[in-house]
């Protein structure tokens, strides 16, 4: 998970819920001494992973019903039942990754639920919200929100899972219900103080929201790339040229980083929050050779290795656990930029993420545990060790050094 939305939304869900730490659960002295790491994934890894993946979607249904995936399991966060959209969106990206048939039929049903609730929701103006009950879509009584948000960055990981599933299957529903998705965007969040871009969206109480981000920016300028190629309608190269001007105004030459947005005023950069995302996103969606320090600077100021497990915080503010979710889009930033070293620190990345699957706190040897402690991000959010569909799709994406930013990458 990583929309600041639904983080707020998921704390104020477990705040009541005891918080547990790697060294509580599965003490790093507890780990078999024999136990030997290897450069890089292995096959069987990333089979594992998806056998996560397709446990999650059958928890609640199976087969051909129409369905989301429940976000998180087991754990601090063991009663969070959402499904939160950013982390179904990477869900239908990690299954059109492999491609196989059946993966093909998964990815499908996920975005079938998108246009289930998209066309159900209360506003009926093409939106979606931040999380869903993850319950069978059998009837409209069946679409819950469990987060109200009108987020941007959730909805345009949606719509970009909408347009790499038509570019799949050529079905037109997919098509059509990512450009319902642009169209609200653009009529709701462009801006045109400061750099321009996108504002954050509205909150689960309907008040907009007035920063900036550089994150949901980065995701926007992907998502209407994707959609100017596959509809033919240029206007979305245009608005996706508005969103890249504002996250060109964010880049730090001087520090190789890019701040994380704006303020309310949507002017005045924040420059004292340094998150992981930014920078590894920033060069998945534009590979630009002048903001190519940008993942560099993630792997020398959030390196952490803390009770036996290795990898990146989410931020410069809290390095006291692993974030395993940044850790394995640090790794796919690395591969895709793939300077010298590049190749060498990603791999040691994602055998990092391996050791994680195979003996971190609360995990089940198949899935990804978002962080390997409870962590903070750095914006009063919390990151826990928790089984994490997000962070299990980002790891097979990574592995196969599929970027999700791109059109046909998978």
């Not at 509809?231 to 245009?238: D, E």
């Not at 699957?357 to 914006?379: M, V």
Request: charged share 20%; net charge negative.
């Amino acid at each position: 998970m990583k929309n600041g939305a639904a983080v707020v939304a998921l704390i104020a869900a477990m705040a009541a819920l005891p918080c547990c730490s790697a060294r509580e659960s599965n003490a790093a002295g507890s780990l078999p001494a024999t136990v030997r790491r290897h450069a890089g994934s292995s096959s069987s890894s990333v089979t594992k992973a998806y056998d996560f993946l397709d446990r999650m979607m059958d928890k609640y249904a199976q087969g051909s019903t129409t369905r989301l995936v429940q976000s998180f399991d087991g754990g601090p966060l063991k009663k969070f039942t959402a499904a939160v959209t950013y982390d179904d969106a990477l869900f239908v990206d990690a299954m059109l990754a492999r491609a196989m048939p059946g993966d093909i039929a998964r990815a499908k049903i996920v975005g079938d639920a998108f246009l289930y609730v998209q066309v159900r929701d209360k506003a009926g103006d093409g939106r979606l919200r931040a999380a869903y009950a993850p319950k069978p879509l059998r009837s409209s009584g069946d679409v819950i929100v469990d987060d109200n948000t009108s987020d941007v960055g959730n909805m345009a990981w949606v719509g970009q899972s909408l347009v790499q599933l038509y570019a799949k299957t050529s079905d037109a529903a997919y098509l059509d219900g990512a450009l319902a998705i642009a169209q609200w965007l653009q009529s709701n969040t462009y801006d045109t103080r400061g750099a321009g871009g996108y504002t954050g969206g509205y909150t689960a109480r309907g008040a907009k929201i007035e920063w900036k981000s550089t994150e949901h920016n980065i995701d926007v300028y992907a998502f209407f790339t994707m959609l100017a190629t596959e509809s033919g309608q240029s206007q979305w190269s245009t608005n996706a040229a508005w969103a890249e001007q504002f996250v060109a105004s964010m880049w730090d030459s001087h520090d190789g980083r890019f701040y994380v947005g704006t303020g309310n005023d949507g002017v005045t950069p924040n420059k004292s929050f340094k998150p992981e995302d930014v920078n590894s996103w920033s060069y998945l969606a534009f590979e630009n050779p002048s903001w190519g320090a940008a993942p560099s600077w993630d792997v020398v100021n959030l390196s952490v290795t803390r009770d036996g497990f290795s990898g990146v915080s989410f931020c410069s503010g809290d390095r006291s656990g692993v974030w395993f979710e940044g850790t394995a889009h640090l790794a796919d930033a690395l591969e895709i930029r793939d300077a010298s070293g590049d190749r060498g620190q990603a791999n040691q990345y994602l055998t990092d993420i391996e050791y994680a699957q195979a003996y971190g706190p609360n995990g089940d040897g198949l899935g990804i545990i978002a962080a390997s402690r409870t962590i903070s991000d750095c914006d009063g959010g919390k990151y826990y060790a928790s089984l994490h569909v997000g962070a299990t799709a980002w790891y097979i994406l990574a592995a196969g050094a599929k970027d999700p930013f791109l059109l046909g990458s998978l």
